[in-house]
C-alpha cells in the first residue's frame, strides 16, 4: 500500500518555466488538497478536491491550476513560475467522514 | 491574518523531560483540533487530535490539554525521548465542513538531547 506518492521529490526551475507536480493516491479517497509549506509560515492550504471533477481554491491559490479526471490522481500546475512559488509543496487525502489526512512526503521545488 | 498561533518556534529539551507547545485560535467555529508530527524529508503525520467536548486527551506519552473559553490547546509530550525530536504543527479545522480545510499553525522545531 503505497498510500499518497508525489513526484518528482525535488525540482528546480527557471522563472517562467511551466511544470505540473503528481499527486496520486491509492486508498480511494475522495478528498484531495495541495499545501505548500514555508519557513515560519506552516503548510497553507492552495487548492483542494472533493471528488473527481470538483476542486476549490484554499488560502493561497494564485499562481497554481488544478484538475481532478480522476479519483486517484490531484496534479498542481504552476503555468509560469515565479521565485515566490519556491517552497516545499505537500499533497494530502482524506477519506469522507474521516478527519484524518494523509501526506506525501513532499516536492522541494526551487525557482531561480 | 494567522488564524491558528503556535509557539514556541524551536523548543530544546533534555531526555526524560516534558515538552510543551501552546497553540491558540481565533474562529470558534472550529471544532476539531490535531496536531501533526512532522521528521525532516517526510510528510506531516497524524499524531494525536481533539474535539472541544472534552477538556483533555491522552495517547501513550503524548498529552493534548484543551481550554475552549480560552480557545487554547497544548501538546504536553511526557518522558521525551530522541526520537521525538521532529517538528510539530497544531491545526483546526471544522467538522460540519466536512474538515474539508486544515488550518496549520506555524510549526515548533523539537530537539530531544541524549
Known amino acids: 500500500n503505497a498510500g499518497v506518492t508525489q513526484t518528482p521529490k525535488f525540482q528546480v526551475l527557471k522563472t517562467g518555466q511551466s511544470m505540473t507536480l503528481q499527486c496520486a493516491q491509492d486508498?480511494?479517497?475522495?478528498?484531495m488538497s495541495w499545501y505548500r509549506q514555508d519557513p515560519g509560515m506552516g503548510l497553507r492550504l492552495i487548492h483542494y478536491s472533493v471528488g473527481a471533477g470538483i476542486t476549490d481554491q484554499g488560502e493561497v491559490p494564485n499562481g497554481y491550476n488544478v484538475s481532478r479526471s480522476t479519483t486517484e490522481d490531484f496534479p498542481l500546475r504552476l503555468l509560469s513560475a515565479a521565485p515566490s512559488q519556491t517552497s516545499v509543496y505537500f499533497c494530502?487525502?482524506?477519506?469522507?467522514?474521516?478527519?484524518?489526512?494523509?501526506f506525501g512526503q513532499g516536492t522541494r521545488l526551487t525557482v531561480v | 491574518q494567522q488564524q491558528v498561533k503556535q509557539s514556541p518556534q524551536s523548543l530544546i529539551v533534555q531526555k526524560g523531560g516534558i515538552s510543551i507547545i501552546n497553540c491558540a485560535y481565533e474562529n470558534t467555529a472550529f471544532d476539531y483540533f490535531p496536531w501533526y508530527q512532522q521528521f525532516p524529508g517526510k510528510g506531516p503525520a497524524l499524531l494525536i487530535a481533539?474535539?472541544?467536548?472534552?477538556s483533555e486527551k491522552k495517547e501513550g506519552r503524548f498529552t493534548i490539554s484543551f481550554n475552549k473559553s480560552a480557545k487554547q490547546f497544548s501538546l504536553h509530550i511526557m518522558d521525551s525521548q530522541p526520537g521525538d525530536s521532529a517538528t510539530y504543527f497544531c491545526a483546526a479545522s471544522r467538522m460540519n465542513t466536512g474538515f474539508q480545510k486544515l488550518v496549520f499553525g506555524t510549526g515548533t522545531r523539537l530537539l530531544v538531547s541524549p
Open positions: 494530502a487525502s482524506r477519506t469522507q467522514g474521516r478527519a484524518e489526512a494523509f
Open positions: 481533539i474535539r472541544p467536548d472534552v
Open positions: 486508498m480511494n479517497h475522495e478528498y
